[in-house]
Nanobody, 121 residues
Framework: VQLQASGGGLVQAGGSLRLSCAASGIIFRVNAMGWYRQAPGKQRELVARITSNGMRNYEDSVKGRFTISRDNAKNTVYLQMNSLKPEDTAVYYC????????????????WGQGTQVTVSS
């Protein structure tokens, strides 16, 4: 599995970014996909996910500001981030995700290099 995230950068608080993640080595259209982020000194957290049929779910801190979408023809998942806050600063990664019980977990141990998002105040 290869996951190539891009689109990060440095923005001021209140700004927007659109992240992209191209996936290969998986049957993309049948997989739920997720965006994770990892801030310095913190654990990686799942902030948004989208199922194969387009159902979306968001972590509370990003609800109403982030939108996840997917293009199965391009094997790509996107994360539109609006109204960015300094606490959104992190390295963002994508991965296929699977549900076990009520929890979701990454499907692959291959994360790629991620893309850095830095939000200045």
């Amino acid at each position: 599995v290869q996951l190539q995230a891009s689109g990060g950068g440095l923005v001021q608080a209140g700004g927007s970014l659109r992240l992209s993640c191209a996936a290969s080595g998986i049957i993309f259209r049948v997989n739920a996909m997720g965006w994770y982020r990892q801030a310095p000194g913190k654990q990686r957290e799942l902030v948004a996910r989208i199922t194969s049929n387009g159902m979306r779910n968001y972590e509370d801190s990003v609800k109403g500001r982030f939108t996840i979408s997917r293009d199965n023809a391009k094997n790509t998942v996107y994360l539109q981030m609006n109204s960015l806050k300094p606490e959104d600063t992190a390295v963002y990664y994508c991965n296929a995700v699977r549900r076990f019980g009520s929890n979701w977990f990454p499907s692959s141990n291959s994360w790629g290099q991620g893309t850095q998002v830095t939000v200045s105040s």
